[in-house]
């Protein structure tokens, strides 16, 4: 079992910057593969990126890719999202989540993931 508590969203104007993370309480953080999907008004959860327990692979949506990175420390059970040149398209809630898994595989879909936080909004405006 594990609890995931995001923090970092915020209003920020486009081309700006934010830092997302997720602090997971519980033991084993290192066997959970961990994953951001967000949600903004009107449209299902999507995914945004995804990481291995040994952080030796990542995974990212098309449109993300080359200004979201993904990273975790398992000594502080938290998974960051940096995200850099924002867009309003970007605009949502953000969602982290964690996979338990025994191989350092990645998981794109929602299905895959047993714990979810709360989530934490972030408005990227024009």
């Known amino acids: 079992q594990v609890q995931l508590e995001e923090s970092g969203g915020g209003l920020v104007q486009a081309g700006g910057s934010l830092r997302l993370a997720c602090v997971a309480s519980g033991s084993a953080f290192s066997l959970y593969g961990m994953g951001w999907f967000r949600q903004s008004a009107g449209r299902e959860r999507e995914f945004v990126a995804a990481?291995?327990?040994?952080?030796?692979?990542?995974q990212y949506k098309d449109s993300v890719k080359g200004r979201f990175t993904i990273s975790r420390d398992n000594a502080a059970n938290t998974v960051y999202l940096q995200m850099n040149n924002l867009k309003p398209a970007d605009t949502a809630v953000y969602y982290c989540a964690a996979d338990f898994s025994l191989w350092d595989t990645i998981t794109t879909t929602e299905a895959g993931y047993e714990f979810w936080g709360q989530g934490t909004q972030v408005t990227v405006s024009s």
């Open positions: 990481i291995s327990t040994s952080a030796g692979a990542t």
